[in-house]
């Protein structure tokens, strides 16, 4: 009896061995094979280590016996034997002005055995173009590709990509680098400000500080599109910029005491006597507020349909604790989205009282963006107007799956005011506007 179960057990054991002899064993990975014209550049990915076929399946070779899925068909390296050998994969513009685009050509040889047929190349950045004359390149045949690299808009050190994919799997993109350093002929800092706070009455200032490196460099003129914001040109100096001498001015960019509650926008033109670089461009974004705040101060959506329902809710409250009324609500440019608002005063244990108004309706029937604004008045003396931006954009549908339209016509969205016993539903009136509320 204790005979044949040894036998038994011995030869389970054989059988186990013999099935998985990737677990009595560890198998040290091939070295992979040397690069062709070793002394050439061949730029690629590094290798993968290729599967060991005597391993058991479902086994990963580097976990010990953690249970992996197995393969679901043969798996192939990724080849790192480059078929174009690259006379260089970089290239150095060194230091250039932002005034004109630069270019370089990388020039390579199909040294395989094989026709060699490139499937695309792309840079890392748009102010990068790789172009490639052809596609299909036989076994010693030469060919290039011109990268041309746009410094406008750019300065200091830059490091841009360009990759190279091939048709014939799984060989490895080759890439492709390209330096440079870039020297500004104007230069104008920052190139956009915001400020977030401005009190009606007060109002507030930036400074904007332009500087150029062409000898008796001068400010010409500055304008501002809007007539809330007005520049002064400060003084000037001479100061080291990106390895040179240049001369450094600054601008006061001052939003006017006076200026409406809301959003102002301005383009700010700075106008030089360099030649190759007239004009540059700031914008500036502030927020002119009063005693009535808003939170959120502006209302974003993103619908991932058409005909999608939205609410939006804003809270209104005196930043010094002031009663008010509102005394009118409005929508504009929102008709389409057949918008309705809804006021609820909100009395707090302080015994001061705040406002919340709920924007809802329906979505676009097109894809795109879309714009409208919600006109707050209040009885407050300095903030007796004020209007809270809309923007939108409706997604186009990421899955193309059919969305069911709904019914023809505007879709409302009738807010509710709830009550002690009972949730009764608001009318909206007409003009998408509310009646004032007024505090008891």
């Known amino acids: ?29 091939q070295n992979p094979q040397p690069v062709k014209d070793a002394g050439k550049v061949n730029p690629g990915r590094q290798p993968v280590k290729p599967a060991d076929k005597d391993a058991a399946p ?13 393969p679901k068909g043969p798996v192939r390296p990724v080849r790192t034997d480059i078929p174009l050998t690259f006379d260089s994969s970089s290239h150095d513009f060194g230091a250039v002005f932002d005034t004109a685009p630069v270019t370089h050509v990388f020039r390579f040889t199909n040294t395989s055995t094989s026709p060699v047929k490139i499937k695309g190349v792309r840079a890392t950045c748009g102010c990068t173009t790789p172009q490639l004359t052809k596609t299909l390149y036989q076994p010693g045949e030469s060919g290039e590709i011109n990268v041309t690299f746009n410094p406008a808009n750019r300065r200091g050190e830059q490091h841009k990509t360009v990759r190279v ?16 350093f870039v020297k500004p002929l104007v230069t104008i800092d ?19 500080e332009v500087a150029g490196r062409r000898e008796g460099f001068d400010i010409l003129e500055v304008t501002s599109d809007n007539e809330w914001v007005s520049t002064k040109v400060l003084e000037s100096e001479v100061v080291e910029l990106y390895g040179d001498m240049m001369t450094r001015f600054k601008i006061e960019a001052t939003v006017s005491p006076d200026a409406p509650l809301g959003r102002i926008i301005t383009q700010i033109r700075v106008k030089t006597n360099d030649p190759q670089a007239t004009v540059q461009s ?41 009663d008010f009324d509102i005394t009118d609500l409005a929508l504009e440019g929102m008709d389409s989205l057949g918008a309705v608002v809804d006021l609820r005063p909100v009395d707090l244990a302080n015994g001061q009282r705040e406002y919340t108004v709920t924007v809802a309706g329906t979505g676009p029937r097109s894809h795109g963006p879309f714009t409208g604004s919600l006109i707050v008045r209040t009885s407050l003396e300095d903030s007796d107007e004020m209007q809270i931006p809309l923007s939108g954009v409706v997604l186009r549908n990421p899955t193309n799956a059919a969305v069911t339209p709904l019914k023809d016509g505007p879709t409302r969205v009738t807010p509710t005011t709830k009550t002690a016993d009972k949730t009764t539903a608001r009318t909206p009136e007409k003009k998408n506007t509310v009646s004032p509320a007024k505090k008891k």
């Open 1 to 29: 009896m204790k005979l044949s179960r040894l036998i038994v057990i011995t030869a389970a054991a054989g059988a186990l061995a013999a099935t998985s002899p990737a677990l009595g064993q560890s198998k040290k990975p």
């Open 58 to 70: 479902g086994l990963d070779q580097d976990a010990g016996e953690r249970p992996t899925d197995p």
């Open 165 to 180: 994919s091939f048709e014939q799997p799984p060989i490895a993109d080759a890439q492709l680098d390209i330096t440079s």
């Open 190 to 208: 920052p190139v956009k400000t915001s400020i977030p706070s401005v009190e009606r009455g007060v109002g507030a200032s930036k400074i904007i």
């Open 282 to 322: 700031h914008t500036m974004i502030a927020n002119v507020e009063g005693e009535l705040r808003a939170t959120p101060d502006r209302l974003t959506l993103r619908l991932r349909g058409l005909n999608q329902p939205f609410t939006q809710t804003i809270r209104l409250q005196s930043r010094q604790g002031t």
